[in-house]
């Protein structure tokens, strides 16, 4: 390639003729070294190849295009190649990351006795995002049969660990017999068998599955019997071939005059994702019934997704319906999209397209009842019995990764329980408007148990719609702060009462709490002694052990349905 050097370090070549008829070459560097040995025309090496994969497999024959000669002369040769890192080599010719350690490679060719044997062997392989360990290859071609192993110790293909997967396949004449096995495929998929045959048959390849099983997360699937594929120039037929696991299913079959292929899911468990989000704070479930389909599947056009996910639920609350339609035209580099969800509110629509090409999104929301209690999917254990709906629109651009938010919408009828403060607060109709990376609420009013109003600065924080929080600021001349027992909080409860400033800051995930507070009339707070120092100027209030209330908390000593969630951080000043 143009501005690209292969070095070889040191480079020494070699070459003897023995009674005109012998011949070796011996090349050595600093990468490796080779050696070739036996009776032969290095011009000739490629033309015995070539030939001897024409006589015996004459199908595969027609498919390679080569204008070469027939060796005029009788070619023998064994050759042995030993890379200690062929990485350099094999990404010369290729832009991936690539990586070759401890290659070793030998075998020979008998063009005359119609013979040729290939071993390969390397302890470690990588070549773009699939990376393997302990790599052996063996080939063998004796008089029209063929036969071949691969064994992979283990690998990755990009984050997903692989197991050891034993691949077998004997050529006789057009015909390939193969078979596959592996304990497990991306920590989901374990014990898969495959076996089958591929022939050609006029001018398509024929593909039968003898066997094909699996399991998925302790269920098991199987092909069914009598399945067929057929491939060829412009044409595919897909006949009987059903995955199923006697209540799920994966089908494929031929549409649009064997142009296109279409797969229908039936069934399916979207748990199986959280395999891949692998998030403990963000399991999905729900019943996946969709069709995805390629009109033309050589000419790359008319991709389309239309699915349904039923009985949706997110860290076990249901949300209901989910309809997601999508479309597009490889060669037009967009894709429109159109998702949908219902029962859980009265409708959300979320309708627009995505660039392949700029990674940009352009898009447009509109929320119309939507329940208020999903925030407790986010702030588990420091909120509960929320209620309300939001109402609203938002525009959407800009590259996925750091997306442009403009709109406007309310909250109507909300209600909450802070369970570290042990108060309850309401709102009728909070107005809010969204802006990149913010949600403000500022001018909305909250209302407590006695009817006394906060106003409210500020809203939600989030990066891209991950990784929400807060930063909002309540004040009130009069409001109550907290509403505790001893059981929620030993170190100090009661009642506060009076004029506040109240911060709430940062992720969901770790809250921070700042309170400035007078106290007013009616407040009752409780700050237990348990010992004084003879200095009258200092005293000390125990701070509760952190293992002890939770060893409470678990056992049921201490009330957890109203108990704090333990990712929270109060910092209280209050003027008595």
Do not use: C
Not at 309 to 318: D, F, G, H, L
């Amino acid at each position: 390639r143009e501005n690209d050097t292969l070095d070889f370090g040191h480079l020494a070549i070699a070459s003897t003729l023995s009674n005109q008829v012998q011949r070796s070459i011996f090349v050595d560097s600093d990468v490796g070294n080779a050696e070739i040995t036996g009776e032969y025309n290095l011009s000739e090496l490629p033309d015995a190849a070539i030939a001897m994969i024409k006589l015996n497999f004459p199908s595969l024959g027609k498919k390679i295009k080569y204008t070469g000669n027939i060796p005029a002369n009788e070619v023998i040769a064994n050759f042995e190649v030993n890379l200690i890192d062929g990485g350099d080599v094999l990404s010369f010719f290729t832009s991936k990351e690539a990586k070759l350690e401890d290659i070793s490679m030998k075998g020979s060719i008998d063009y005359r006795q119609n013979d040729f044997k290939f071993d390969l062997n390397t302890a470690d392989a990588l070549y773009d995002q699939f990376h393997t360990y302990g790599l052996n290859v063996n080939f063998d071609i004796e008089e029209s049969k063929g036969h071949f192993e691969a064994k992979v110790d283990s690998g990755y293909l990009k984050q997903f660990p692989l197991a050891a997967v034993d691949i077998e396949g004997n050529l006789e004449r057009d015909t390939l017999y193969f078979g596959v096995t592996t304990q497990e495929i991306l920590d989901s998929i374990s014990n898969v068998i495959v076996s089958g045959r591929v022939f050609p048959e006029d001018s398509v390849f024929v593909a039968n599955f003898s066997q094909l099983q699996f399991d998925l997360l302790g269920d098991k699937w199987r092909l069914l019997d009598q399945n067929e594929a057929s491939v060829g120039n412009n044409y595919i037929n897909v006949e009987n071939f059903v995955l199923s696991d006697n209540y799920r299913s994966i089908k494929l079959k031929s549409i649009n005059n064997n142009k296109g292929i279409e797969t229908e899911l039936k069934e399916i468990q979207l748990f199986l994702v959280n395999k891949w989000i692998n998030k403990d704070d963000f399991i999905l479930n729900g019943d996946v019934n969709a069709t995805i389909a390629f009109e033309d599947i050589f000419k790359l056009s008319g991709l389309y997704v239309k699915s349904k996910i039923e009985n949706m639920m997110v860290n076990e609350q249901p949300m209901g319906t989910v309809t997601i339609d999508a479309e597009t035209d490889l060669k037009a580099k967009s894709i429109g999209f159109d998702v949908t969800l219902d029962h859980y509110s009265e409708d959300v629509n979320l309708n627009g397209t995505y660039s392949l090409l700029t990674k940009d999104v352009e898009a447009d929301l509109v929320v119309s009842g939507f329940k208020l209690l999903f925030l407790e999917n986010f702030l588990k254990g420091n909120i509960e019995n929320t209620q309300g709906t939001v109402y609203g629109k938002m525009h959407i651009d800009g590259p996925i990764y750091d997306m442009n938010t403009t709109g406007r919408g309310e909250v109507r009828d909300g209600f909450t329980r802070v369970n570290y403060l042990g108060t309850e607060y309401s709102f009728e109709e909070a107005k809010f408007k969204i802006s990149k990376g913010f949600i403000d609420f500022t001018g909305g009013y909250l209302r407590d148990t006695r009817e006394q109003l906060a106003l409210v600065k500020g809203g939600l924080t989030h990066d891209n719609f991950r990784n929400l929080g807060l930063d909002v600021n309540i004040s009130s001349e009069k409001f109550i702060l907290i509403d505790t027992d001893e059981k929620i909080n030993p170190s100090y409860y009661g009642l506060g009462l009076g004029e506040a400033n109240v911060d709430f800051l940062g992720p969901f995930s770790n809250m921070t709490i700042k309170i400035q507070a007078t106290t007013g009339k009616d407040t009752r707070m409780t700050l237990p002694v348990v010992y004084v120092n003879s200095t009258r100027d200092q005293s000390f209030i125990p701070i509760v052990d952190r293992e002890k209330f939770l060893e409470g908390y678990k056992s049921d000593k201490v009330d957890n349905k109203k108990s704090t969630y333990v990712g929270l951080e109060l910092e209280m000043n209050l003027t008595v």
